[in-house]
T-cell receptor, first 112, second 115 residues
Framework: AQSVTQPDIHITVSEGASLELRCNYS??????LFWYVQSPGQGLQLLLK??????LVQGIKGFEAEFKRSQSSFNLRKPSVHWSDAAEYFC??????????FGKGTHLIIQP | DAGVIQSPRHEVTEMGQEVTLRCKPI?????LFWYRQTMMRGLELLIY????????DSGMPEDRFSAKMPNASFSTLKIQPSEPRDSAVYFC?????????????FGNGTRLTVT
């Protein structure tokens, strides 16, 4: 069965600093990979997705992610975070018949 | 485009009562998903529909849970009888081009509290 691990439950970053959120997945074939963001009291919003092709994908709000097959990873990055980036971030994997499987999320805290 | 609309936003009920959560997907979207979010288990897919037909309900925890989609613009998730362990945020999401080919558009969720 497919699975997603987000090893960091909480991450604290200073405003203006760079960010990397980790995501490792388990899937038997080439996966579909996603990053979603959730603001308090709201549903999830898609940041970016990877299906095939260029392993570095660009998303909204200045985010990017890199697919590394050898490491089964799909880490999310942003060169300079803003206070408005504080939220919960979810990595998700799909491709089989099970629908999308989400990680448990990483809570991002931005320090002024 | 109003997005995915869920109602109610909050529901507080007593153990044993029936609970019905409602969802209106984005017009034209063929796929509808119900997810449950808890601190312990994260986001869990309960069931999803394609063209109003349930495709995968393997995530439905037990027979107390049922979901219907009588038409393309409406779906319900029912819990009968409810139990305290059902307390969670329930999200409905829809997508237009399949399970993976297009993004999921989430509603704002229904926060269910069962006392």
């Amino acid at each position: 069965a497919q699975s997603v691990t987000q090893p960091d439950i909480h991450i604290t970053v200073s405003e203006g600093a760079s960010l990397e959120l980790r995501c490792n997945y388990s899937y038997g074939a080439t996966p579909y990979l996603f990053w979603y963001v959730q603001s308090p009291g709201q549903g999830l919003q898609l940041l970016l997705k990877y299906f095939s092709g260029d392993t570095l994908v660009q998303g909204i709000k200045g985010f990017e992610a890199e697919f590394k097959r050898s490491q089964s990873s799909f880490n999310l990055r942003k060169p300079s975070v803003h206070w408005s980036d504080a939220a919960e971030y979810f990595c998700a994997v799909g491709g089989g018949a099970d629908g999308l499987t989400f990680g448990k999320g990483t809570h991002l805290i931005i320090q002024p | 485009d109003a997005g995915v609309i869920q109602s109610p936003r909050h529901e507080v009920t007593e153990m044993g009562q029936e609970v019905t959560l409602r969802c209106k997907p984005i017009s034209g979207h063929d796929y509808l998903f119900w997810y449950r979010q808890t601190m312990m288990r994260g986001l869990e897919l309960l069931i999803y529909f394609n063209n109003n037909v349930p495709i995968d309900d393997s995530g439905m925890p037990e027979d107390r849970f049922s979901a219907k989609m009588p038409n393309a613009s409406f779906s319900t998730l029912k819990i009968q009888p409810s139990e305290p362990r059902d307390s969670a945020v329930y999200f409905c999401a829809s997508s237009g081009q399949g399970v993976y080919n297009s993004p999921l558009h989430f509603g704002n969720g229904t926060r269910l509290t069962v006392t």
